[in-house]
């Protein structure tokens, strides 16, 4: 059973367009919300978070929009470049019980030139 | 630092055989885990550890054993190997708990024949 549910599972986009990756939690008590970046060969990289007290974090082209209503997270990366396309995951996580990351399935992104 | 490291970053196993995938970390964080990457399955949580001496399972975890005898070093062990093991392994480790940062490492290539 997924718990964070993510999608699409593979995104193309132009270059200078916005990606955008979706992802829904069941588990109220989900209180992290950070997003990985993985390049082709290497491990997953951290590359923003966000918690439910807020409903939006931008760190440059990246924002993350939370609904907490919805229960729904998504990613926006603004101006997108070549230099994007990788492989992002969203993940949860709650203080409450087991100390355990919840990741969701991925999405593959490719940025055209 | 040299962050977080995995040996071998390749290994190839016949049916039934043992093997124990290394990791280690220089950062002196208490928390490490083990995640397996399989396509459309995100990365899956095996086990994990908040501190030398205390380990505990992930969402998959039959199959793998672990040990936490000092800060630095959580290796993996695969006690049969099966072919549904086959997979990309990765190691993670972050200060206390999962919130924050995970360092990843390079991931190990298992296949299983």
């Known amino acids: 059973q997924q718990q964070v549910k993510q999608s699409p599972q593979s995104l193309i986009v132009q270059k200078g367009g916005i990606s955008i990756i979706n992802c829904a939690y069941e588990?109220?008590?989900?209180?992290?919300f950070p997003w990985y970046q993985q390049f082709p060969g290497k491990g997953p990289a951290l590359l923003i978070a966000?918690?439910?007290?807020?409903s939006e974090k931008k760190e440059g082209r990246f924002t993350i929009s939370f609904n907490k209503s919805a229960k729904q997270f998504s990613l926006h990366i603004m101006d997108s470049q070549p230099g994007d396309s990788a492989t992002y995951f969203c993940?949860?996580?709650?203080?409450?019980?087991?100390?355990?990351?919840?990741f969701g399935q991925g999405t593959r992104l490719t940025i055209n030139p | 630092n040299a962050g977080v490291t995995q040996t071998p970053k390749f290994q190839v196993l016949k049916t039934g055989q043992s093997m124990t995938l290394q990791c280690a970390q220089d950062?002196?964080?208490?928390?490490m885990s083990w995640y397996r990457q399989d396509p459309g399955m995100g990365l899956r949580l095996i086990h994990y550890?908040?501190?030398?001496?205390?380990?505990d399972q992930g969402e998959v975890p039959n199959g793998y054993n672990v040990s936490r005898s000092t800060t630095e070093d959580f290796p993996l062990r695969l006690l049969s190997a099966a072919p549904s093991q086959t997979s990309v392994y990765f190691c993670?480790?972050?200060?206390?708990?999962?919130?924050?940062?995970?360092?990843f490492g390079p991931g190990t290539r298992l296949t299983v024949t």
């Open positions: 993670a480790s972050s200060y206390s708990t999962p919130e924050g940062e995970q360092y």
């Open positions: 588990n109220t008590a989900f209180d992290y």
């Open positions: 966000i918690r439910p007290d807020v």
């Open positions: 993940a949860a996580y709650t203080i409450q019980g087991a100390q355990k990351l919840v």
């Open positions: 950062m002196n964080h208490e928390y």
């Open positions: 550890s908040v501190g030398a001496g205390i380990t």
